[in-house]
């Protein structure tokens, strides 16, 4: 099975940096995804790591260490659309599993002005 | 492109009651899966399908039922409506490959309350 651990809430002002972490234990590891999900909506796609390292998007960035089972999402240049949850979740290894995600619990974010 | 429909968006039960969650896309996903997501709380997945004819149960399946009889089509059935199962529940799905970047594309939920 899978344990993915993140911090329940964090908040930050608006043009600052902030930084979700995310640490799993997984019996197979194909795969961590980041969402985002504003109140009252459906979670939408932010980021995919499978290797070692940091993947940039823009604003945001993630990095991947899979031998700390460890991951981290950072947000730059804090906006006020940015609060939101942030969810990590892992994907299952093998082809029985197809794209199966088990999901963090979620990082509330608030940004203040 | 619809992407993923889900009906109804609001759903009120009584004890006891059963009824279907329907889910449909229209993107060719060969993976779909619905969770559960209850207040504070991250996203539990209920029952995943990998291909048309083939289900299997995820973290909390007690209380549901599944069928993917087409590659567009995933409904949710709840037998027996219990008020635990109140909840907001997303379908979400993708291409299947184990192996690429692929990210779920979620319905946009169906907030139910059971009475």
């Known amino acids: 099975g899978q344990n993915i651990d993140q911090p329940t809430e964090m908040t930050a002002t608006e043009g600052a940096i902030v930084q979700i972490n995310c640490t799993y234990q997984?019996?197979?590891?194909?795969?961590l995804f980041w969402y985002q999900q504003h109140a009252g909506e459906a979670p939408t796609f932010l980021s995919y790591?499978?290797?070692?390292g940091l993947e940039e998007k823009g604003r945001f960035s993630s990095f991947l260490s899979r031998s700390k089972g460890y991951s981290y999402l950072l947000l730059k240049e804090l906006q006020m659309k940015d609060s939101a949850s942030y969810l990590c979740?892992?994907?299952?290894?093998?082809?029985?599993?197809?794209?199966?995600?088990?999901f963090g619990g979620g990082t509330r974010v608030l940004v203040k002005p | 492109n619809a992407g993923v429909t889900q009906t109804p968006k609001f759903q009120v039960l009584k004890t006891g009651q059963s009824m279907t969650l329907q889910c449909a896309q229209d993107?060719?996903?060969?993976?779909m899966s619905w969770y559960r997501q209850d207040p504070g709380m991250g996203l539990r997945l209920i029952h995943y399908?990998?291909?048309?004819?083939?289900?299997d149960q995820g973290e909390v399946p007690n209380g549901y039922n599944v069928s993917r009889s087409t590659t567009e089509d995933f409904p949710l059935r709840l037998l027996s409506a219990a008020p635990s199962q109140t909840s907001v529940y997303f379908c979400?799905?993708?291409?299947?490959?184990?192996?690429?970047?692929?990210?779920?594309?979620f319905g946009s939920g169906t907030r139910l309350t059971v009475v």
């Open positions: 979740a892992v994907r299952d290894r093998g082809k029985a599993a197809g794209n199966k995600l088990t």
């Open positions: 997984t019996s197979g590891f194909n795969g």
């Open positions: 993107m060719n996903h060969e993976y």
């Open positions: 979400a799905s993708s291409y299947s490959s184990a192996a690429a970047n692929y990210g779920y594309t």
């Open positions: 790591n499978v290797l070692d």
């Open positions: 399908s990998v291909g048309a004819g083939i289900t």
